[in-house]
Every structure is written in C-alpha cells, then in structure tokens.
C-alpha cells in the first residue's frame, strides 16, 4: 500500500516560534490533504494540495507541495497556543486514504 | 464535520462481548470508512464503503465486521476475536469517487475494554 512518511513525530515550540512538519512518499502523489487534530478530538481537514510546486496559504499556516509531487510541508509562523494538536497528511489513492503517522505539536505559553 | 454523528462517545465493555459502534452521516455522501487510532499514533484504515451493499476490507480488518444496508449508516462491530480492541474509532465520510475530495470525520467513539 501508499507508504507516507512523515517528520517529525513530536515538536515543543515556545510560543511565537515557527513549527514545520514534514511528508515524504517514495512514489509520485495525486494529491495530498492536511488534518489537524485538536487533543481529545477528531481530525479536521485543513487543505488539499494537487499541482506540482503549489503553495497555499491560510493566514499564519502555509503549505507546500513538492516539484516532484513526493513530499509536502506545513510550515506555521509564530505559533499560538491554539496550534496545540497532531498535524497529519494524507494521500487519497483510489477511494483509500492513507495518513502519516502525524506531528504532534505542543506550544508553551 | 458535524454532519457526522458517532454513538456513543465512551464505551465500556467486558472482555469477550461483541460491541457495534454506530456511525450516520447526512451529507448524502456514497463512501464511507472507519478508522482506529491509538494513543500517540496515526490513523489505521478497518474498512470502507464506496457504496451501499459494498463494502472492502482495509489494513486492519481481522476481528471487525461492517455493514452498510443504507446510505446513511456504517456500523462496525467489534467482535471478541479482535486481540486488542481499546482504542478510539473514527468514521469518516467522502463525496464523489474522485481523488480530489475530502474527508470528513465524526467525533468518535473511545472504546475501552476491561
């Protein structure tokens, strides 16, 4: 099956400080989909990102698709303790979906 | 999301019982799917549904079974075959069959096993 590596598993940031998490995929992806999931909750889609080099941002969250479509980003600026949670990505093949292992990001006040 | 509803939100069980999660949607969306996750970890794929009467096993199936008589509702049962069955259960939901689409997910359901 899809295999979506993604780095790094924990991240501690003091707050006001950026946060970047990673995916990387062995072959060439479709497309590939942000969650976050807030402690206690349950996944919320973020984005989707589909072209080859495409940048999106929404405010302080910007996210990056490879040139090659094997690996994406999400970079935060200036973290705030509302960031708190676990960042997965998520490759869609064939009606599957198949997560990273996620990032959970804990930012101190 | 919120038109994902997952009953109920803890469940508690002994062992050996068979236990059905439930999960609705009223999005009017033909896939549907259930994942486990455990503390600390990803998502893990139990099975999904593309359409009603269909149903395909995912990377986790042994010790689980679903059915999807309707559009709307998903249940999955976890039955005593399954070894390790605390953990949290998510369902999901999709519009469409094509790779562009999103998920969207229920609340959950914390299963705990005694």
């Known amino acids: 099956g899809q295999q979506v590596m993604q780095i790094p598993q924990y991240q501690h940031v003091q707050e006001g400080e950026d946060f970047t998490t990673y995916c990387n995929s062995s072959t060439t992806l479709s497309n590939i989909q942000w969650y976050k999931q807030r402690p206690g909750g349950h996944p919320v889609f973020l984005i989707q990102l589909v072209k080859s080099g495409e940048v999106k941002k929404q405010k302080r969250l910007t996210f990056q698709f490879g040139e090659a479509k094997k690996n994406s980003s999400l970079h935060i600026t200036a973290t705030q303790t509302t960031d708190v949670g676990t960042y997965f990505c998520a490759v869609l093949v064939f009606n599957k979906f198949y997560f990273g292992s996620g990032t959970k990001l804990n930012v101190k006040p | 999301d919120g038109g994902i509803t997952q009953s109920p939100k803890y469940l508690f069980r002994k062992e050996g019982q068979n236990v059905t999660l439930s999960c609705e949607q009223n999005?009017?969306?033909?896939?549907m799917y259930w994942y486990r996750q455990d503390p600390g970890q990803g998502l893990r794929l139990i099975y999904y549904s593309q359409i009603v009467n269909d149903f395909q096993k995912g990377d986790i199936a042994e010790g689980y079974s679903v059915s999807r008589e309707k559009k709307e509702s998903f249940p999955l049962t976890v039955t005593s075959a399954q070894k390790n069955p605390t953990a949290f259960y998510l369902c999901?939901?999709?519009?469409?069959?094509?790779?562009?689409?999103?998920?969207?997910f229920g609340p959950g359901t914390r299963l705990t096993v005694l």
């Open positions: 999901a939901s999709k519009s469409g069959r094509f790779n562009t689409d999103t998920q969207y």
């Open positions: 999005l009017n969306h033909d896939a």
